[in-house]
């Protein structure tokens, strides 16, 4: 772990300038420190037209050798996962190298069993219970390629994954819970697969040891196919660029894609940046607080940590159970060193009562980091006081599904940090701020469209079976470059602040959604006849879903038609998608050409209808009065 580590400024600005000069001699002496089954040819081919990018083309490897087998040796005995239940009167469990080895190895045995074979997709369904983790490292064991689905989301956005990725398997669990709440998860399994012909087995590990409907012949209990199972089993060595994992993920058009990361370049980029960002040292308990179902939980609470050999913790509750001081409370308990979380709960930490932080000691804590969507400077500041006692580094780690890990961040002691500002790139990354034609903005003090002029081993190679729409949605806009979709103001001193999206994606919570996958499950109520849906600012979201939809008729009875309009998007999308606010219209602002003016909506959700601009190439310019009005 040490040797790739950055120790001081010096470094990170000799580190940056090699990795620009000689991009492949500087990953290639990176990617050298891991285990390979066989080395490289070719470091790096690339063309951002295709797009083309393969990292270590020719290496052979698999990824879960990294992360288990190669530390039995040193680290055997020492803590790889730490499993926090959502009740805190229930018994935590810990589990060392060894011990994650053989879990991780008899699940895959267990997949091996039930006919998963090298290449094939394995949705994944489950909440925050440790055989999350093993069932995710299996597939990687024994190539198989996982698709780890939040378990908030709907029946439907399930099915929509598991078609468009053909899996033909789930691996899920029969409950789960969620504060004070238990959800019967097997049941939405159940409804999603009724339109899912490509999945012939489903394995259910018992979480909450209810009565679940099994179907015969395609349903087992993970209990009961773990039995007399080997706690051994061969790495299946795959190639650098084989798929590792498909995760889906939102953007401005059309149903979420699967963003496919493959096994080398990931591998390299994970380990080199939650080494490097957070400072992670041998003794570290490092804790992550993101589910496994988003690129947080992949990277930075699997995989990341696991190829340091660092010990991560997994939480299966929420921040505000059984009361506010929950996550200080695990702090504590576990003397955390690291502690990596998203604005939205700090946000949500902020309205309960000081106390709730200040009767913890949080002594242990050294780094904190923050992701998924902009730190606001007032959270920040909380944040960085009251949590960190102004004593420890506060990170906020700027990247993307697609990105695989992080790309711009203050290293942990090490780089500038200013509040609400990711500040300086990694090295190996090089950011460009370009007007809207594409043009290059070179000047500091300036704002502008953020992309990349050159890959790093983690970027997306290609969306799962439709390599056209990752080229025209990240590759096209600007050509040469790869466009992140956000907006960014780049400071006198060249430390970048991440504005927020400039596409029609609305970041809740840090969780993305395309306005028009929104908008397409509203349209699916029976009493409307077409919505519009944009994001406004909410104090402890980040953003806010506001929409606009237009009625078949006048309701007879508002509140009755907002409740079930917000029930078909739980249905579509789930519960983490529901909008926020629903203003019925009788129209919208449309140009006549029959777009709508998506500015026009944004200013009136802000409520900032002081200057909406220029009005006149509207169709029905009246409307706006009307929506104005009814601003809710
Ligand atoms: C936003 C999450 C500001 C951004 C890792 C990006 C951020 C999107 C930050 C990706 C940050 C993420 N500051 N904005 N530190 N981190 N974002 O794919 O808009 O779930 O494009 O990846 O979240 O969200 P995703």
């Known amino acids: 772990m040490p040797n790739i580590q950055i120790k001081t400024y010096q470094e990170y600005e000799e580190a940056y300038k090699r990795s620009i000069d000689d991009p492949e001699g500087f990953w290639s002496d990176i990617a050298s420190t891991f285990t390979w089954r066989k080395k490289w040819n070719t470091t790096l081919e690339w063309n951002f037209e295709e797009p083309n990018i393969k990292w270590f083309k020719g290496g052979r490897l698999n990824i879960t050798e990294n992360c288990l087998d190669r530390h039995l040796k040193t680290r055997g005995n020492k803590l790889a996962l730490i499993w926090e239940p959502n009740d805190p009167k229930e018994r935590f469990v810990r589990y060392t190298y060894r011990e994650l080895h053989e879990k991780v190895c008899q699940f895959a045995n267990v997949l091996k069993k039930n006919g998963v074979k090298k290449g094939d997709r394995v949705c994944i369904y489950m909440p925050m219970i440790p055989e999350l983790a093993f069932a995710t490292l299996a597939c990687a064991r024994i190539g198989a390629i996982h698709s780890v689905i939040f378990a908030g989301f709907s029946a439907v956005a399930m099915s929509d994954r598991i078609n468009d990725a053909q899996a033909s398997i789930v691996l899920t669990s029969d409950g789960l819970n969620r504060g004070a709440k238990q959800i019967p998860v097997k049941r939405v399994v159940d409804e999603a697969l009724e339109k899912c012909p490509s999945v012939n087995k489903v394995i259910v590990v018992e979480r909450l040891g209810w009565a679940v409907n099994m179907v015969e012949g395609r349903d087992v209990w993970y209990h009961d196919e773990v039995q007399g199972v080997s706690k051994d089993c061969p790495a299946e060595e795959m190639d650098s660029e084989d798929m590792l994992f498909i995760l889906y993920t939102s953007g401005s058009t059309g149903k979420p894609k699967g963003v496919v990361h493959t096994c080398g370049g990931y591998m390299v980029y994970a380990q080199y940046t939650f080494s490097n960002v957070f400072q992670v040292q041998e003794n570290d308990i490092y804790w992550c607080t993101a589910d496994i179902g988003w690129i947080t939980g992949h990277t930075y609470l699997l995989y ?3 190829l340091s050999g660092s010990t991560s913790l997994m939480f299966e509750g929420v921040p505000s159970y059984p009361d506010m001081g929950r996550f200080w409370q695990v702090v504590d308990k576990f003397g955390v060193n690291i502690f990596y979380t998203a604005p939205t709960a700090i946000r949500s930490l902020m309205g309960g009562d000081i106390d709730d932080v200040l009767s913890y000691s949080l002594d242990s804590l050294k780094v904190l980091g923050s992701v998924g969507e902009p730190i606001n400077e007032e959270a920040w500041h909380w944040y960085h006081t009251h949590v960190g006692k102004e004593r420890c580094p506060l990170v906020d780690t700027w990247w993307q599904t697609e990105t695989g890990g992080i790309m711009i961040s203050t290293i942990a002691g090490i780089t500038p940090m200013k509040p609400s500002h ?4 990694l090295p190996g990354i090089q950011p460009i701020l370009v007007d809207t034609e594409g043009n290059e903005i070179t ?8 992309c990349m002029k050159f890959p790093w081993p983690g970027i997306i190679r290609t969306t799962y079976g439709d390599h056209e729409r990752c080229r025209l949605s990240y590759f096209s806009t600007y050509k040469g470059l790869y466009f992140t979709g956000d907006g960014a103001k780049r400071d006198k001193d060249g430390l970048y602040r991440i504005i927020g999206r400039v596409d029609d994606v609305i970041n809740v919570s840090g969780h993305r959604f395309g306005t028009a996958e929104i908008e397409d499950a509203i349209n699916h109520n029976d009493h409307v006849v077409e919505s519009a849906v944009v994001g406004y600012p909410h104090d402890v979201k980040g953003q806010g879903i506001y929409a606009f939809v237009i009625c078949k008729e006048v309701p007879e009875r508002e509140d009755y038609l907002r409740a079930e309009i917000i029930e078909t998007v739980v249905e579509k999308i789930g519960k983490i998608a529901k909008p926020d606010k629903i203003q019925i219209v009788s129209g919208l602002p449309k140009t006549r050409s029959g777009k709508i003016m998506r500015r026009i909506l944004r200013k009136v959700a802000e ?21 104005k009005a009814g601003a809710l």
């Open 607 to 627: 409520g900032d209808t002081s200057n909406l601009g220029d009005t006149s190439t509207l169709l029905d310019p009246d409307v706006v009065d009307e929506i």
């Open 422 to 425: 990711a500040a300086l790139p």
């Open 443 to 450: 000047e500091n003090e300036v704002e502008g469209h953020l």
């Open 304 to 306: 990341g940590p696991l």
